[in-house]
């Protein structure tokens, strides 16, 4: 079975940092692009970011250009999201999806930014 | 680039079909036969109900069909049921534009 299950999210204050985790498991990870995409509270589904197979080309939504980096340890069959300067519009559930399509989804995890 | 423009809510009784609209532009929905549709219950992942367009992933009601004509693609839920209660969302690849996908504003499904 297909499993996408993220971790690390939590509380954090604006302007630090965090970092997301996305196990992978019943299929090849090396296969596949991976991406991110958040949900404020709420509100609809928004594009973050995504990674190729190989983890040699990335592509991020303007919003975190420059503050979020995707990367991908294919030998872990993990994804990560190093989310840098961490500001209040950042506040969502924070999923991992698999493939092209957007195929599977992880049950997301909560990222709060507040003092 | 903005979000594309789905309608907030439709509604209808079972057993009827209704038809959720998404409107992009000539840069995204236009451009390329990658549009997918997902369904989202209350506190759970979106589940991908249509991908390319109209093509179904195994384990997804033929109920479910997807369209497109020009800037616009569609989904339609016939046979409408209690369990197709949920929100839903288009999402069209938009290139190698910033952003390289964009998701629709949602659309509210309620069974009357």
């Known amino acids: 079975e297909v499993q996408l299950v993220e971790s690390g999210g939590g509380l954090v204050q604006p302007g630090g940092s965090l970092r997301l985790s996305c196990a992978a498991s019943?299929?090849?990870?090396?296969?596949?692009?991976m991406h991110w995409v958040r949900q404020a509270p709420g509100k609809g589904l928004v594009w973050v970011s995504r990674?190729?197979?190989?983890?040699?080309?990335?592509s991020y939504a303007d919003s975190v250009k420059g503050r979020f980096t995707i990367s991908r340890d294919n030998a872990k069959n993990t994804l990560y999201l190093q989310m840098n300067s961490l500001r209040a519009e950042d506040t969502a559930v924070y999923y991992c999806?698999?493939?092209?399509?957007?195929?599977?989804w992880g049950q997301g995890t909560m990222v709060t930014v507040s003092s | 680039q903005s979000a594309l423009t789905q309608p907030a809510s439709v509604s209808g009784s079972p057993g009827q079909s209704i038809t959720i609209s998404c409107t992009g532009t000539?840069?995204?929905?236009?451009?390329?036969?990658?549009v997918s549709w997902y369904q989202q219950h209350p506190g759970k992942a979106p589940k991908l109900m249509i991908y390319?367009?109209?093509k179904r992933p195994s384990g997804v009601s033929n109920r479910f069909s997807g369209s497109k004509s020009g800037n616009t693609a569609s989904l339609t839920i016939s046979g409408l049921q209690a369990e197709d209660e949920a929100d839903y969302y288009c999402?069209?690849?938009?290139?190698?534009?910033?952003?390289?996908?964009?998701f629709g504003t949602g659309t509210k499904v309620t069974v009357l």
């Open positions: 990674i190729n197979s190989d983890g040699s080309s990335t």
């Open positions: 999806v698999l493939g092209d399509a957007f195929d599977i």
């Open positions: 390319e367009g109209s």
């Open positions: 019943g299929f090849t990870f090396s296969s596949y692009w």
């Open positions: 000539s840069s995204d929905v236009g451009s390329y036969n990658l």
């Open positions: 999402c069209s690849y938009a290139g190698s534009s910033t952003p390289s996908y964009v």
